[in-house]
């Protein structure tokens, strides 16, 4: 698999786990099922990461009645509140880019007077 493509894949992933992770900090917990479709990621998808994110440390699971919920971890709150904060960071700066960027009509803007 080429550079592109892993950056692509690994760029992905944060994104998609980001989106879980924040999910969980808002909700406290959720089932795979519901967090695949709130994330926009297949059930298999999102299983196998809640089982990364596990494994890591972030994430916890726990069968209540017939469903088995995530919760984040004191680890995962951290992470997620720090994801939170980045997010709210970039969103400001695109914000800023955008109010402040020239608009370009894409024809040739040289001035011929």
Do not use: W
Not at 36 to 58: H, T
């Amino acid at each position: 698999m080429g550079k592109s493509k892993n950056r692509l894949k690994n760029e992905y992933f944060i994104k998609k786990t980001s989106v879980i992770l924040l999910m969980l900090l808002q909700h406290e917990k959720a089932t795979i099922s519901q967090l695949s479709k709130s994330s926009g990621v297949s059930f298999l998808y999102c299983a196998n990461k809640i089982k990364e994110m596990e494994s890591a440390g972030f994430v916890v699971s726990a069968r209540e009645k017939k469903f088995r919920f995530v919760f984040l971890t004191e680890k995962g709150v951290r992470l997620a509140e720090k994801i939170k904060e980045v997010a709210k960071l970039i969103s400001e700066s695109e914000q800023a880019e955008m109010e402040t960027a020239p608009i370009h009509s894409g024809v040739n803007e040289t001035n011929n007077d």
